[in-house]
């Protein structure tokens, strides 16, 4: 998380691809990296339109989106540079129609709300005391962006006092449903998903962890161990291994079907492994226009072929 945001010119992945190309329709594009900056030009026919790419968002695991900005607005580059490409393609969630003019061909304007929540996601204290400010923003997800504010928890600390911890938020403390509410802040909860209409839009919105974990039983039997942190250390890199896993769905599930039902291992022991558990319960989406996979967190029993389930 501390990689979710950079300056453009300080992006790995655009150091490693200091010069890079698309075409589509009539527009023809160039993003090049040096002399510290990062440009996007966009050319159809004798017109030409340059933007200065100040930020990346994303630390490049499935790809990376650019934001420029002029006159005091913000906008989201119409190209994003995908890892498993190693190239350029149209960002995700911008339409694949023809864009009617240059300008818009080069990014696609972003609200201010819109924009604050982006930066609220991939920054922190981009806005402080209700003021957006992303000059003064710290690059990434950092420490206070979960815990809060830490100057008292510092000088608390530094004084000796032995209750110093309690001067900071502990999302560890909350209760289920809030825990992953509070990580759907940025990964979206249900709620975001119907209110943004990402419901109904397919398999793009397996890339919403939250809301697809609250669609599982375990979920709606109210397990109080079902939350994102269950799985997941947010102060570690995440594990790809997926028998890493299996601990976790062992802690609620029998290991075999002679086993009795406890308090403790509710849930029914799988009659076909205790090995990979994720590899089947929580199956690969491809999403196309990410040019990724992506793992859904809706727990069940998924069967090759069938259709992605809303």
Request: glycine share 8%; proline share 5%; charged share 20%.
């Amino acid at each position: 998380m501390a990689r979710a945001s950079m300056r453009a010119v300080d992006s790995e992945r655009l150091k490693s691809h200091p010069e890079l190309s698309f075409s589509f329709g009539p527009y023809t594009y160039g993003l090049i990296t040096n002399n510290g900056r990062s440009l996007l030009s966009v050319t159809r026919g004798s017109e030409t339109a340059t933007k200065n790419l100040e930020w990346a968002l994303g630390d490049g695991t499935f790809g990376q989106s650019y934001v420029y900005r002029e006159k005091g607005k913000y906008y989201e580059a119409q190209l994003s540079l995908y890892t498993a490409l190693n190239g350029l393609d149209i960002t995700t969630g911008h339409s694949r129609a023809l864009p009617q003019s240059i300008e818009m061909a080069a990014g696609g304007y972003t609200s201010p709300a819109t924009i604050r929540q982006c930066f609220g996601c991939h920054f922190t204290a981009a806005t402080t005391n209700d003021r957006f400010d992303p000059d003064q923003s710290t690059m990434g997800v950092t420490c206070e962006a979960c815990h809060g504010p830490g100057a008292e928890h510092v000088a608390l600390m530094s004084s000796g006092m032995v209750d110093a911890k309690g001067s900071m938020m502990n999302p560890a403390k909350l209760n289920p449903a809030d825990s992953v509410d509070f990580c759907g802040a940025c990964h979206r909860t249900s709620a975001d998903a119907v209110l943004q209409g990402l419901s109904k839009m397919g398999a793009i919105n397996v890339r919403l962890q939250p809301y697809r974990l609250q669609k599982s039983r375990c979920w709606g039997k109210g397990d109080a161990r079902l939350t994102c942190v269950a799985c997941h250390d947010p102060h570690n890199k995440i594990a790809r291994d997926a028998e890493f896993y299996d601990s976790k769905c062992l802690g609620c599930h029998r290991q075999s079907p002679s086993t009795k039902a406890a308090a403790n291992r509710p849930g029914r022991a799988c009659r076909v492994s205790t090995r990979g558990c994720v590899t089947c319960h929580m199956p690969k989406i491809e999403v196309p226009e990410a040019h990724s996979t992506f793992t859904d967190h809706w727990i069940r029993t998924a069967r090759q072929g069938e259709p992605y389930p809303e």
